[in-house]
């Protein structure tokens, strides 16, 4: 079994400042620091945490060869990582005293995956791998359908909303992870059990999980509803705390791991991310969150 995530690559250029700038307003930031992100790549990297065979696809522009570099120290299989004539994607972010932060994104060679390149990507993949997609590149309902038809499962993290997603076919997800945000706008629903009650319904054999930040985590499916708690820890940034917890919980998951233990291993590790600057840098390794013994 292999780990396809087919994802965004940016480079996150942080702001540290003391509140997000308001609207006609200019402050200064702290510190700027130039980094490797993505939801597509930051989840890469979490995956690979845990699980030995992690692929990332996805393209990069000139300006973008720091990233291949850098999934390649993760020991992530880099060679569908295509070069675009367009620049890289690029998301400005600030990030406040709380440790919270406001996103700008820039798409660029996100936006560049054509259909030749996403057939030449899944042809290497069947029906024994999986497939990892977030909301942050062109092309997703094409990349479903075909990696459906091969039988390939497929783990979708909606992020950020578009209202392109109502074009894809959830029907087609095996584990679909979401915010609390998220899982509203998809079922149109406030009350997190007419949310459940409203993906039961809907998508029969999906495997759902919602994120509720200090409130935890819920996994859903047609028989199962197992909660966490999440842990309190001193917050420094937030930025890419969803992708560790996606990382974590879904290599283990398909692992057939207690569904218990995947979300409890996937809460530590997103609580520890939470407590470091930055968004791929700050996921930890296994052992670290092995050893994190913190307070629900
Ligand atoms: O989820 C965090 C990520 O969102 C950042 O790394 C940034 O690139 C944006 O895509």
Do not use: W
């Not at 402050?27 to 699980?51: C, D, M, Y």
């Not at 560049?112 to 030449?120: A, Q, R, S, V, Y």
């Not at 791929?280 to 052992?287: T, V």
């Amino acid at each position: 079994m292999k780990i396809i995530n087919f994802g965004s690559l940016n480079i996150d250029i942080f702001f540290r400042v003391n509140h997000i700038v308001r609207p006609g307003e200019t402050i200064s930031a702290q510190s700027i620091e130039r980094r490797a992100g993505g939801k597509g790549l930051n989840q890469s990297v979490a995956l690979a945490k845990t699980f030995d065979k992690v692929y990332h696809a996805g393209s990069i522009g000139m300006d973008g060869s720091f990233l291949k570099e850098y999934l390649a120290g993760e020991g992530i299989d880099t060679s569908y990582i295509r070069q675009s004539a367009a620049a890289t994607g690029n998301a400005i972010i600030q990030v406040d005293d709380k440790g919270e932060n406001s996103i700008v994104l820039y798409k660029g060679a996100n936006f560049d995956n054509d259909k030749d390149f996403i057939d030449e990507v899944l042809a290497n993949f069947d029906k024994d791998d999986i497939l990892v997609l977030q909301n942050e590149i062109n092309n997703m309902a094409y990349i479903i359908d075909n990696a459906y038809q091969k039988g390939m499962k497929i783990v979708l993290n909606p992020s950020p909303i578009t209202d392109e997603l109502k074009d894809f076919d959830l029907n087609k997800i095996d584990l679909l992870l979401v915010n609390e945000t998220e899982a509203c706008a998809i079922s149109e629903c406030e009350d997190i059990e007419k949310i459940i009650a409203f993906f039961r319904k809907n998508y029969e054999n999906l495997k759902l999980v919602i994120t509720l930040g200090s409130r935890g985590s819920i996994f859903v499916d047609k028989d199962n509803k197992i909660s966490q708690e999440a842990y309190k820890v001193e917050a420094v940034d937030s930025t890419g705390a969803g992708d560790t917890f996606t990382g974590f919980f879904v290599a283990e998951f398909y692992k057939n791991k207690n569904i218990k233990k995947c979300l409890e291993l996937a809460t530590k590790a997103s609580a520890l991310s939470v407590t470091k600057k930055g968004a791929s840098i700050s996921i930890p390794s296994l052992e670290e969150v092995e050893k994190f013994n913190g307070e629900n």
